[in-house]
């Protein structure tokens, strides 16, 4: 048996393709560690959406070159994911001593690229790039169910790959090509095959999952094929991310009515409170849209718990247009929010909005400002939930200690309670005793 090392960084989508990654390998006889300097191959799936996920490569490179430098056995070491795809053969000349490099479009030839760029001798390197992207009707999803799957109690199943939206600050449509929906008939059967492994938690993936399907005739529309995960015996829950406020249809809105296993949670990502600034953003939506969405959500599911994400220094966001955000915050009342300071991507369309640059003083100020607020609602919205119980799906032991258990609430919120790890994968009531900003305490299940 090879070893196999695999770093991921980013998001559901680089942890699902890691998961792909490494079951394709497993037909060649890799099996995954955790030590890095055990591994025959070493691969890093990057990100890029920030200058500093970008950063973080560099220093893992110099590591994992380090050990191919030092060890007396061929180690192969292979960039994937949105760096790779960005920077592609710089990378290469960068690195001398880097075996291959390849973009998320590659992963479902990953068998083939790792025994191409394979070397035989210690310490030699061939360098291969593929950094290709596949049309609609070429590109295949990877149908190998990730190895980890069994024994979990959730997991990431892919619907779309890449994006055909041009927010003005994001790279993922440089990085992850076209959108291209996959079939849903693939798609339930790769929930299937989790279900059987004892999978009961399904959170359907892409970079705009409400427009699946929408290309393809005949298709099912994201809507429909929520309905039909649904009916997939064995599936308890249903998550997806990452939804589109504009596109956030009725028709979704109404499986919130319909589908119980659907669950009471929904990221939908707004980055700004200022209509002005969305607009800069092409995110075609304003702050009344957005907030007539989530009043429509929250009619019909009215324990939907909102979740979003805020960019704040935008260039040209004056403090009005930020007090905006804040008030946006106050009036949604979202349970909680990643936060970033606005960082500038290459070739994005917003470069060119940067002769209108806020200081990165005032953008910090502005995000301690809006971290802090956040908080306290959070805050807030745990410490109302005591005195409640609640259904929580565990998932495993607390780090911390092990006679406490940890699992999620519908509204994906963390509960710590006592128990043991025979409970991990069943659903139980459990009475919330305190709410702290982060998560909830509860009393042994009922
Ligand atoms: N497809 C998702 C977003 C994926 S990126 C959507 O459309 O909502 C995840 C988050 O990273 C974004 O919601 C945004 O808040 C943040 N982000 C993306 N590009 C960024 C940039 N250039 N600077 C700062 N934050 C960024
Ligand atoms: Fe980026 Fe916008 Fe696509 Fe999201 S929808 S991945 S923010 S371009
Ligand atoms: Fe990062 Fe690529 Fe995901 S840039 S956020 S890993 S799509």
Same mark, same amino acid.
């Given at each position: 048996?090879?070893?196999?090392?695999? %770093?991921?960084?980013?998001?559901?989508?680089?942890?699902?393709?890691?998961? $792909?990654?490494?079951?394709?390998?497993?037909?060649?006889?890799?099996?995954?560690?955790?030590?890095?300097a055990?591994?025959?191959?070493?691969?890093?799936?990057?990100?890029?959406?920030?200058?500093?996920?970008?950063?973080?490569?560099?220093?893992? =490179?110099? #590591?994992?070159?380090?050990?191919?430098?030092?060890?007396?056995?061929?180690?192969?070491?292979?960039?994937?994911?949105?760096?790779?795809q960005?920077e592609?053969?710089?990378?290469?000349?960068?690195?001398?001593? =880097?075996?291959?490099?390849?973009?998320?479009?590659?992963? &479902?030839?990953?068998?083939?690229?790792?025994?191409?760029?394979?070397?035989?001798? &210690?310490?030699?390197?061939?360098?291969?790039?593929d950094?290709?992207?596949?049309?609609?009707?070429?590109?295949?999803?990877?149908?190998?169910?990730? /190895?980890?799957? $069994?024994g979990?109690?959730?997991?990431?199943?892919?619907? %779309?790959?890449?994006?055909?939206?041009?927010?003005?600050?994001?790279?993922?449509?440089?990085?992850?090509?076209?959108?291209?929906?996959?079939?849903?008939?693939?798609?339930? !059967?790769?929930?299937?095959? =989790?279900?059987?492994?004892?999978?009961c938690?399904i959170?359907?993936?892409?970079?705009?999952?409400?427009?699946?399907? *929408?290309?393809? &005739?005949?298709?099912?529309?994201?809507?429909?094929?929520?309905?039909?995960?649904?009916?997939?015996?064995g599936?308890?829950?249903?998550?997806?991310?990452?939804?589109?406020?504009?596109?956030?249809?009725?028709?979704?809105?109404?499986?919130?009515r #319909?589908i /119980?296993?659907?669950?009471?949670?929904?990221?939908?990502?707004?980055?700004?409170?200022?209509?002005?600034? *969305?607009?800069?953003?092409?995110?075609?939506?304003?702050?009344?849209?957005? *907030?007539?969405?989530?009043?429509?959500?929250?009619?019909?599911?009215?324990?939907?718990?909102?979740s979003?994400?805020?960019?704040?220094?935008?260039p040209?966001?004056?403090?009005?247009?930020?007090?905006?955000?804040?008030?946006?915050?106050?009036?949604?009342?979202f349970?909680?929010?990643?936060?970033?300071?606005?960082?500038?991507r290459?070739?994005?369309?917003?470069?060119?909005?940067?002769?209108?640059?806020?200081?990165?003083?005032?953008?910090?100020?502005?995000?301690?400002?809006?971290?802090?607020?956040?908080?306290?609602?959070?805050?807030?919205?745990?410490?109302?939930?005591?005195?409640?119980?609640? #259904?929580?799906?565990?998932?495993?032991?607390?780090?911390?200690?092990?006679?406490?258990?940890?699992?999620?609430?519908?509204?994906?919120?963390?509960v710590?309670?006592?128990?043991?790890?025979?409970?991990?994968?069943?659903?139980?009531? !459990?009475?919330?005793?305190?709410?702290?900003?982060?998560?909830?305490?509860?009393?042994?299940?009922?």
């Open positions: 048996m090879k070893k196999v090392f695999i %770093q991921t960084f980013g998001c559901q989508m680089n942890v699902y393709d890691t998961g $792909k990654i490494s079951a394709l390998l497993g037909h060649d006889g890799y099996e995954p560690t955790r030590v890095m055990d591994a025959d191959l070493i691969i890093v799936n990057t990100c890029s959406i920030r200058e500093k996920p970008e950063l973080k490569l560099h220093s893992f =490179l110099g #590591d994992a070159l380090k050990i191919k430098r030092n060890q007396d056995r061929p180690v192969t070491v292979a960039v994937a994911g949105c760096v790779a960005q592609g053969d710089k990378l290469l000349k960068r690195y001398r001593e =880097l075996d291959l490099v390849f973009g998320p479009d590659a992963v &479902p030839r990953v068998r083939d690229l790792v025994s191409a760029a394979r070397s035989e001798a &210690p310490g030699a390197t061939r360098q291969v790039l950094t290709k992207f596949l049309d609609l009707e070429t590109y295949a999803f990877a149908s190998d169910l990730d /190895p980890a799957s $069994k979990q109690v959730g997991s990431f199943v892919t619907i %779309q790959k890449g994006c055909d939206n041009k927010c003005t600050f994001c790279i993922v449509p440089t990085t992850r090509g076209k959108e291209v929906s996959r079939p849903s008939e693939e798609i339930l !059967v790769e929930v299937r095959g =989790l279900v059987a492994n004892g999978v938690e959170t359907l993936i892409g970079q705009n999952v409400n427009s699946y399907g *929408l290309k393809v &005739p005949g298709e099912l529309t994201f809507a429909q094929l929520l309905y039909a995960v649904a009916e997939v015996q599936v308890e829950r249903i998550r997806y991310t990452t939804s589109h406020p504009r596109d956030m249809g009725s028709d979704v809105i109404q499986a919130y #319909d /119980p296993s659907l669950t009471s949670h929904l990221h939908l990502p707004v980055q700004s409170g200022s209509t002005g600034v *969305l607009r800069r953003m092409k995110r075609f939506y304003t702050r009344e849209r957005y *907030l007539e969405v989530v009043a429509a959500l929250r009619d019909a599911r009215p324990d939907i718990v909102l979003t994400d805020f960019i704040v220094g935008f040209g966001e004056t403090d009005a247009d930020f007090e905006e955000t804040m008030t946006l915050l106050d009036a949604v009342g349970a909680s929010s990643f936060s970033f300071k606005y960082s500038p290459p070739g994005t369309p917003a470069l060119k909005l940067l002769k209108d640059e806020v200081s990165p003083e005032l953008a910090q100020a502005r995000l301690m400002r809006l971290q802090e607020r956040q908080r306290e609602i959070s805050r807030e919205l745990n410490a109302a939930m005591a005195g409640k119980t609640v #259904d929580v799906l565990v998932e495993g032991t607390s780090r911390y200690d092990e006679s406490v258990v940890c699992g999620r609430t519908s509204g994906f919120q963390m710590n309670f006592p128990g043991s790890l025979d409970l991990v994968g069943q659903t139980v009531s !459990v009475p919330i005793i305190a709410g702290f900003t982060n998560s909830l305490r509860g009393e042994a299940p009922l």
